[in-house]
């Protein structure tokens, strides 16, 4: 008859190899939501500051589109990373106001290293985050 102890000998190793990849799957969907919402935060500041440096005040024969360019150039410079991509686009109302809708697309990743954004073909979705700010371009000569 055997012994008590020598009936769970191993039962520690089966159970850590069960558990592991599932700690390892948590930690890494932690990791990307707290960086995801890390970068949420950073993209609204950068990004707002931006509208409100280049689009309120244009330079002289820069329209709106150019100032949406140089809101990219921005907000890419700020956030530089290879999981972001950013967009930004710009509308005008009858009043003359201009909308900069900013849109910020996140791709997880494996603790900082490029994960494969397609699986068997089939496209991984990014997570998105937009942010909007209506200004009121100055007009040169123009009352208030």
Do not use: W
Not at 31 to 37: D, G, I
Not at 60 to 80: H, M, N, P, T, W
């Amino acid at each position: 008859m055997a012994a008590k102890g020598s009936e769970r000998a191993g039962q520690m190793t089966v159970e850590l190899c069960v558990v592991f990849p599932v700690a390892i799957a948590i930690a890494v969907i932690a990791t990307n939501a707290l960086s995801f919402f890390g970068c949420c935060a950073e993209f609204d500041r950068v990004g707002r500051n931006a509208v409100r440096t280049f689009a309120a005040v244009p330079a002289y024969g820069q329209d709106s589109g150019f100032a949406a360019g140089r809101v990219k150039a921005a907000i890419e410079g700020s956030l530089a990373a290879d999981n972001l991509e950013f967009d930004v686009a710009v509308s005008r109302d009858y009043r003359g106001y201009a909308e900069y809708g900013m849109t910020m697309r996140f791709h997880p990743t494996l603790f900082g290293m490029g994960l494969t954004r397609e699986v068997f073909g089939v496209p991984l979705p990014a997570l998105t985050h937009e942010s909007q700010l209506v200004v009121n371009p100055y007009k040169p000569g123009g009352l208030l």
